[in-house]
């Protein structure tokens, strides 16, 4: 990776974190952040399955873009218009929720 440049996605495992910076931008695997609201749902099960009803509808536009095999610059403007705003309001929604949440050590 000595002289890579562009994105990177991973698993989330901290060992990455180490390749963030201006010429590697991380990315992360929603399938594997999915697992952990799967854990959630015994211990907060509205918040947990809002988030996961959410990234059901990420992996539709996916499944939708395979059936119809779409090209990468298909897929690319598919995602622009369709699963960034999921995204973004996820992400508005997990900030703001963020604090209501009991973390563990």
């Not at 952990?36 to 211990?43: I, L, P, R, S, T």
């Not at 990234?55 to 873009?65: P, S, V």
Request: proline share 1%.
């Amino acid at each position: 990776m000595k002289n890579f440049k562009g994105y990177l996605q991973t698993d989330g495992y901290g060992v990455y974190d180490a390749f963030d910076g201006k010429e590697i931008k991380l990315l992360h695997c929603i399938a594997h952040a999915r697992r952990y609201f799967d854990q959630a749902v015994e211990n907060d099960k509205v918040r947990a399955e809002y988030v996961l009803h959410e990234i059901q509808k990420l992996y539709a536009i996916e499944r939708k873009a395979k059936e119809n095999m779409l090209t990468h610059k298909e897929r690319l403007a598919i995602r622009q218009e369709l699963s960034v705003p999921i995204l973004s309001e996820m992400h508005q929604w997990l900030k703001s929720t963020l604090h209501k949440c009991r973390h563990k050590a």
